[in-house]
C-alpha cells in the first residue's frame, strides 16, 4: 500500500500530539502505559516521537483512556485549530 506524503499541517498536528503524551504520561514507564492501552510500547514510541503522526482513532482512544485524557481535551489541545491559536510567547513575540 502507498501512502500519500503527509502535510506539513498533518507532521505538526502528530508532534503535538506526541508531547501531549508524553506530558500526560510523567513519570510512569512506556511499557505502562502501552499496556493498559493495549498496544506496543515501541508504537507508543513513535507516536510519541512523531514518527507514527496519524494513528488509528482507537489507538488513540485507548491512549486516552490508559493516561486519564479526555478525547475532547486532545482535539482541543491537538486539533487544527490548536496550531492556529497564538500562544502566549508567539504574542509576546509580536507586541
Avoid: H, W
Avoid at 1 to 20: A, I, K, N, Q, S
Avoid at 22 to 34: L, P, T, V
Avoid at 65 to 79: E, P
Amino acid at each position: 500500500m502507498v501512502r500519500t506524503p503527509l502535510t506539513p499541517e498533518e507532521r505538526e498536528r502528530g508532534e503535538r500530539l506526541g508531547r501531549l503524551l508524553r506530558d500526560a504520561r510523567g513519570g510512569r514507564s512506556m511499557a505502562e502505559i502501552a499496556a493498559g492501552a493495549g498496544i506496543s510500547a515501541e508504537t507508543l514510541r513513535k507516536i510519541e516521537t512523531g514518527r507514527a503522526p496519524t494513528p488509528a482513532f482507537f489507538t488513540i482512544a485507548a491512549l486516552a483512556r490508559a493516561l486519564g485524557l479526555s478525547m475532547d481535551d486532545l482535539v482541543t489541545r491537538c486539533g487544527p485549530a490548536a496550531a492556529e491559536t497564538p500562544t502566549a510567547a508567539t504574542v509576546a513575540a509580536v507586541a
